[in-house]
């Protein structure tokens, strides 16, 4: 089962690509990686998820590594209401999430 | 179908009584979660139903917690004698079973504050 790992907070100026990495390096073969996000008070959000390819979406970008122990979630332009908690999840054998801490991303202006 | 519906969406309740939530998914979804968040954590899986058997129940949902999927379509969550711990966002998701590469759905949860 996929465990990951995220940088608790990071920074972004206002109207900048955000980055934010996450490592997984216990993934197997059929696990997808998933990104949702949670504003202050609202239930997550999906943003986006992927299995071995790039993907990109209205919201954002997925850049998984060809060993897939690692990906990276861009917001090409981040704005002010992007600020929330990102979180890089995997799914178990029985389909369910497993939920790590987030990083907690603050856009500046 | 406007997604995942929770109600209330703030409950205030004193310390002893018992409170009871409510969660409509989104209709084609047999999967159906509940999900535990206290501040500044992920979510904490509590229970969830695929159509109305409930499969799995986490070693949080304690005796007091009772939950519901009588016809596989909406669900309830119960918590008798409330207490103090019990102050949490409560969060309902769904989703399709055995569909790799598809998320979940969340509500916007049930804030408890237990006094």
């Known amino acids: 089962d996929a465990k990951t790992t995220q940088p608790p907070s990071m920074d972004c100026a206002e109207g900048r690509a955000a980055n934010l990495p996450c490592n997984h390096s216990?993934?197997?073969?059929?696990?997808?990686v998933y990104w949702y996000r949670q504003i202050h008070s609202q239930g997550p959000q999906y943003i986006i998820h992927?299995?071995?390819?790039?993907e990109t979406n209205e919201m954002a970008s997925l850049i998984i590594t060809e060993d897939r122990k690692s990906s990276t979630l861009i917001l090409p332009h981040a704005t002010l209401r992007d600020t929330a908690v990102y979180y890089c999840?995997?799914?178990?054998?029985?389909?369910?999430?497993?939920w790590g801490a987030g990083t907690k991303l603050i856009i500046k202006p | 179908d406007t997604g995942v519906s929770q109600d209330p969406r703030h409950k205030i309740t004193k310390r002893g009584q018992n409170v009871t939530f409510r969660c409509d998914p989104i209709?084609?979804?047999?999967?159906l979660y509940w999900y535990r968040q206290t501040l500044g954590q992920g979510p904490e899986f509590l229970t969830y139903?695929?159509?109305?058997?409930?499969?799995?129940k986490s070693r949080l949902l304690s005796d007091r917690f009772s939950a519901e999927r009588p016809k596989g379509s909406f669900s309830t969550l119960e918590i008798q004698r409330t207490e103090q711990g019990d102050s949490a966002m409560y969060l309902c998701?769904?989703?399709?079973?055995?569909?790799?590469?598809?998320?979940?759905?969340f509500g916007s949860g049930t804030r408890l504050t237990v006094v």
């Open positions: 216990t993934i197997s073969g059929n696990e997808y």
């Open positions: 209709s084609e979804h047999n999967r």
């Open positions: 992927g299995l071995k390819n790039n």
């Open positions: 139903f695929q159509n109305e058997a409930q499969l799995e």
């Open positions: 999840i995997g799914m178990d054998s029985n389909y369910q999430l497993i």
């Open positions: 998701a769904s989703s399709l079973a055995g569909v790799r590469g598809y998320g979940y759905t």
